[in-house]
């Protein structure tokens, strides 16, 4: 049966009024997370006080609920966990290929990547001297960068600025031809569009939960690993979780089996129970059908702006397969014109230093919804209504 989006867009609270173009940068609420916490905190935390640990499974929800990723992101069961932000886990999963790779002393990266995960690569580099460094090219360099001297590569599937999408299978190949491991940051993929991590031979995978999977601010990331290296991997951040036997208080750590070592401390168990609730709605979701319901709301998008507003510019790819989930314009009043649509009731956002970003996601989105954004930005446009001292100053998150 395909997806039916109307009924899992019935599933979300969204404020009346509102056009949620945003939902890259942080989902909305889930009608079922609000409760899911609620019985959490109620019933277990309030009932059950520390025995929720083993009688309401919290100890084990950082694998249950990676399980439920893995589907999401073509893992092998029994490979993903979650805890942590994503910049702990680039660490992570840096750390360790640096650990698999030892006579390679380069982590090359593109330069459109997410800042942190540069600064994390730029912070291990540091600590670890010796001569590692982090080696950037402009994203289309990417594939014929990748040489014997690379120890991994680190890239964003799609650009969180241009919706920009890599090749994943060409560069894993790539990578393993030339001895070098491939890290996978699924911040802007993980439910804005089909992975195939298996498939596709990657060695490591990492992503955050509160943009597309509607965790909630401060959801936990998931780090994965290829089950080829999922005994031999030497965690860099060795937490007592990751520990073989937490309980058993041993001075000397000695990892747990497999994934399990990917845990540093205490689960959030709170955000967790939110994500699960999120994740309900995902059990109904078949990822192919997601994909083209976004491709036509994408299309639907860049269509309608382009045929009313000439002074925006499209710097999202328009091939389908070279580009994510959103679709990104730029202007040199960016900024404003994002406050006045924002004003309108259309959320987007912006990225410096000129970019308008949208993101579509058909769990919540639709084609009225897409009208009803392009029509508020052309009127914006055709009005130069932007042009406001109200729309000018810059808030501390944009
Ligand atoms: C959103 C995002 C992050 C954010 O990292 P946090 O540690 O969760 O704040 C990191 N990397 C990329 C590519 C992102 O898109």
Same mark, same amino acid.
């Given at each position: 049966?395909?997806?039916?989006?109307?009924?899992?867009?019935?599933?979300?609270?969204?404020?009346?009024?509102?056009?949620?173009?945003?939902?890259?940068?942080?989902?909305?609420?889930?009608?079922?997370?609000?409760?899911?916490?609620?019985?959490?905190?109620?019933?277990?935390?309030?009932?059950?006080?520390?025995?929720?640990?083993?009688?309401?499974?919290?100890?084990?929800?950082?694998?249950?609920?990676?399980?439920?990723?893995?589907?999401?992101?073509?893992?092998?069961?029994?490979?993903?966990?979650?805890?942590?932000?994503?910049?702990?886990?680039?660490?992570?999963?840096?750390?360790?290929?640096?650990?698999?790779?030892?006579?390679?002393?380069?982590?090359?990266?593109?330069?459109?990547?997410?800042?942190?995960?540069?600064?994390?690569?730029?912070?291990?580099?540091?600590?670890?001297?010796?001569?590692?460094?982090?080696?950037?090219?402009?994203?289309?360099?990417?594939?014929?960068?990748?040489?014997?001297?690379?120890?991994?590569?680190?890239?964003?599937?799609?650009?969180?600025?241009?919706?920009?999408?890599?090749?994943?299978?060409?560069?894993?190949?790539?990578?393993? *031809?030339?001895? &070098? #491991? +491939?890290?996978?940051?699924? %911040?802007?993929?993980?439910?804005?569009? =089909?992975?195939?991590?298996?498939? $596709?031979?990657?060695?490591?995978?990492?992503?955050?939960?509160?943009?597309?999977?509607?965790?909630?601010?401060?959801?936990?990331?998931?780090?994965?690993?290829?089950?080829?290296?999922?005994?031999?991997?030497?965690?860099?951040?060795?937490?007592?979780?990751?520990?073989?036997?937490?309980?058993?208080?041993?001075?000397?750590?000695?990892?747990?089996?497999?994934?399990?070592?990917?845990?540093?401390?205490?689960?959030?168990?709170?955000?967790?129970?939110?994500?699960?609730?999120?994740?309900?709605?995902?059990?109904?979701?078949?990822?192919?059908?997601?994909?083209? *319901?976004?491709? &036509? #709301? +994408?299309?639907?998008?860049? %269509?309608?702006?382009?045929?009313?507003? =000439?002074?925006?510019?499209?710097? $999202?790819?328009?091939?389908?397969?070279?580009?994510?989930?959103?679709?990104?314009?730029?202007?040199?009043?960016?900024?404003?014109?994002?406050?006045?649509?924002?004003?309108?009731?259309?959320?987007?956002?912006?990225?410096?230093?000129?970019?308008?970003?949208?993101?579509?996601?058909?769990?919540?989105?639709?084609?009225?919804?897409?009208?009803?954004?392009?029509?508020?930005?052309?009127?914006?446009?055709?009005?130069?209504?932007?042009?406001?001292?109200?729309?000018?100053?810059?808030?501390?998150?944009?």
């Amino acid at each position: 049966m395909p997806t039916d989006f109307a009924a899992t867009k019935a599933q979300f609270l969204l404020p009346q009024g509102v056009t949620y173009l945003d939902g890259n940068s942080l989902g909305p609420l889930p009608r079922a997370a609000a409760a899911r916490v609620a019985q959490t905190i109620t019933a277990e935390w309030g009932e059950m006080l520390i025995g929720g640990w083993t009688k309401a499974g919290w100890m084990d929800q950082p694998s249950r609920v990676g399980d439920r990723i893995a589907r999401l992101i073509g893992a092998e069961p029994g490979h993903v966990v979650m805890g942590d932000t994503l910049s702990i886990k680039v660490y992570q999963a840096l750390a360790s290929c640096l650990d698999l790779n030892p006579t390679r002393k380069t982590i090359l990266s593109d330069t459109g990547n997410f800042p942190s995960d540069l600064y994390m690569a730029q912070g291990l580099c540091q600590t670890l001297g010796q001569g590692y460094t982090l080696k950037t090219v402009a994203p289309e360099d990417v594939l014929d960068a990748i040489d014997d001297t690379t120890a991994v590569t680190l890239i964003t599937e799609v650009d969180y600025r241009t919706g920009r999408k890599h090749d994943m299978a060409a560069i894993t190949a790539r990578a393993h *031809a030339h001895g &070098a #491991l +491939t890290i996978w940051d699924l %911040a802007h993929s993980a439910g804005a569009l =089909p992975v195939d991590l298996a498939g $596709t031979g990657a060695d490591f995978a990492v992503g955050c939960t509160y943009k597309y999977l509607n965790s909630g601010p401060g959801g936990p990331a998931f780090i994965y690993v290829s089950p080829k290296h999922a005994q031999k991997v030497r965690p860099a951040l060795s937490g007592w979780l990751g520990h073989d036997a937490p309980f058993a208080f041993d001075p000397d750590y000695r990892p747990g089996a497999g994934i399990e070592r990917m845990r540093v401390g205490t689960p959030p168990v709170l955000q967790l129970a939110a994500l699960d609730a999120a994740l309900d709605i995902w059990d109904q979701v078949d990822l192919n059908d997601l994909r083209l *319901a976004s491709l &036509a #709301l +994408t299309d639907q998008f860049i %269509a309608q702006v382009e045929a009313t507003c =000439p002074t925006l510019t499209l710097v $999202t790819p328009r091939p389908h397969a070279q580009r994510g989930s959103q679709v990104s314009f730029s202007h040199p009043q960016g900024y404003a014109i994002m406050q006045a649509l924002i004003a309108h009731r259309v959320i987007g956002d912006f990225r410096a230093p000129d970019i308008l970003r949208f993101g579509f996601t058909p769990l919540f989105t639709d084609a009225a919804d897409v009208t009803r954004a392009a029509e508020t930005l052309s009127r914006i446009m055709a009005e130069s209504s932007w042009d406001r001292p109200e729309y000018q100053t810059r808030a501390k998150v944009t």
